[in-house]
Structures are given as C-alpha cells and as structure tokens.
C-alpha cells in the first residue's frame, strides 16, 4: 500500500516521461507510486523507452489504444493508493504539491478535490487564469484541471472516467458527477501544476466538430443539472443577444461620431489646449 497513486496515460510521448517523472521523484512527499499506462502507443521512441524502464515505485500497464478516460480507469483500478492524482505524460508537478494536497485531505473527510494554481509551459508561457470553484460556473466551464486529487473510493463510488468521452472533457464530465458543492472543493494557494502547451496537444486540438460534441455529450449526460441551473434558457439566449445588440449599436455610434462634422471640428479646436496640456506635463 501506499499514500498516493500518480495516474499517467500515455499515448505516443515517450520523450516528455523522464521529465515527468521526475517532476514525481522530486516531491517533498515520498509515500507514492506511478502507474504509465501505456494506451497503444505506436511510435519507436515511446515504444523503446518504455521497454527499457525499469525504475522503483514505477508500474507499466500496456492495452490497447482506448483513449485517456479508459486508460485512467485502467491505471486507477490497480492503483494501490488511497489518493489519486492524473498526471499527463507530458505535464509536470511541483515539489510540494503531493505533501500540500495529501494534507488537505486527510484533515477534511468531507474534502473531495484538492488542487492549486497552474502555469503553462513550452511552446506558450504564464499563469492558467481559472475562476475560483462554483458549481454554476462550473457547468459553463471546467474550472479544475485534470491533475487534482482525490480518493479512490470516490472514484469508485461515481463509477470512474466516462469512457464514452473520446474527444475530450472527460475530467470536466467527471468532476460534474464527483463535486456536488463548495465545500467539497479546495484549491492551494501556490503554483504546483504545470500544463504543456506544444503543437497538437490534445486540447489544443479540441476545435470545431470535435469540441462542439464532447460539450453535446457533457449537456445531454447532465441535462438535469444544466436545467436546474439554468431553468429558463431562453430568457439567457435573449438576454445574450440583447447585450451584442447593444453593443453593436455602441460601435456604429462612435464609428457615426467621429466622421461627423461636429466630431471633426472639435477636435480640430481642442487640438491646441491637447499640446499645451502635453507641454505643461513634460515640464514639471
């Protein structure tokens, strides 16, 4: 047994998982295990470093490739942690994050999901700007992070990752089933998550088609949810369309203003008042 399971799907990124792990080894906290779930992966490199890994505390489970929500639950089922943490095979964590998390939850029985601020790093850099946890904000946007932790029993308890979930959103879909209040939820003050950005990240990726049907997937699934929240969507819709109205109107008016005759000779008259005050400004 140990403290905490790290769950790491892996699909054809062989050469980000000696960062990765050792983002995990380098953890304040030591009472851990990973479990690499290797999801079909097809490439020589990822092939050959995972034939050759032979590290302490690192499990390997090879399956077909069935997607991210299936390889998580394939991971979690061995897992012999009574924490979980999801970790991409491309994502770091920080030295504290696993002592800091751990803590939170095992002071808090009714604490589901504990998880911090965020940076992106690689091809694109700085902070990941999430709003706090509400659960009606919740249902426009996922607001944690895939890499958070939480129990294994609760995992059990909600029936694991949806792995109808191909496209994406399988965490988001998940936390939805999870999470049924604030109080449940706590997020660390510091920066312990560090999320990748390269091109063709997999969410990234989610564009177009492939994004409009994992929300479609995600309403249709929890439609009770989004229709007690939300009871009178029309009055939204209507209300959304207003404010573009509206805005619309705003733009056509400063855009009638300033070719306007009017516009155009106060501007010329308050010309010189705008240097002088530029003057004045520079000499003090």
């Excluded at 892996?10 to 304040?28: A, D, F, H, M, W």
């Excluded at 030591?30 to 990822?46: A, L």
């Excluded at 994406?168 to 939805?176: N, S």
């Excluded at 989610?206 to 995600?218: D, F, V, W």
Aim: charged share 25%.
């Amino acid at each position: 047994m140990c403290e905490v399971s790290i769950i790491v799907p892996c699909y054809n990124q062989g050469r980000y998982l000696p960062e990765t792990i050792g983002s995990v080894r380098s953890q304040t906290f030591s009472d851990w295990e990973i479990i690499i779930i290797d999801d079909g992966s097809s490439d020589i490199e990822t092939k050959e470093l995972l034939g050759n890994l032979n590290e302490p505390k690192v499990k390997i489970i090879h399956t077909e490739n069935r997607g991210v929500a299936a390889a998580r639950n394939t991971g979690i089922e061995s897992a012999k942690g009574k924490y979980i943490l999801p970790l991409d095979a491309d994502d770091l964590i920080g030295k504290d994050y696993l002592k800091e998390a751990v803590a939170c939850l095992a002071a808090d029985i009714e604490l589901k999901v504990v998880y911090s601020n965020a940076k992106y790093f690689g091809d694109e850099k700085g902070l990941i700007s999430l709003e706090d946890y509400d659960p009606k904000k919740m249902l426009r946007q996922n607001l944690i992070f895939c890499t958070a932790l939480f129990r294994k029993s609760h995992w059990l308890k909600c029936g694991g990752y949806d792995e109808e979930f191909l496209t994406g959103w399988e965490d988001w879909e998940f936390w939805l089933r999870l999470i049924n209040s604030e109080r449940q939820v706590h997020k660390l003050p510091g920066i312990h998550f560090y999320y990748r950005i390269k091109k063709g990240s997999r969410n990234a990726n989610l564009q177009n088609e492939r994004l409009k049907h994992a929300e479609q997937q995600l309403y249709s699934k929890h439609i009770k949810l989004y229709r007690k929240s939300y009871p009178n969507p029309i009055s939204l819709i209507r209300n959304y369309e207003n404010l573009l109205y509206e805005q619309q109107q705003f733009e056509n008016y400063k855009k009638t203003l300033r070719s306007s005759l009017s516009y155009r000779i106060g501007n010329f008259v308050l010309l010189p008042l705008k240097y002088l005050n530029r003057l004045k400004k520079s000499s003090v």
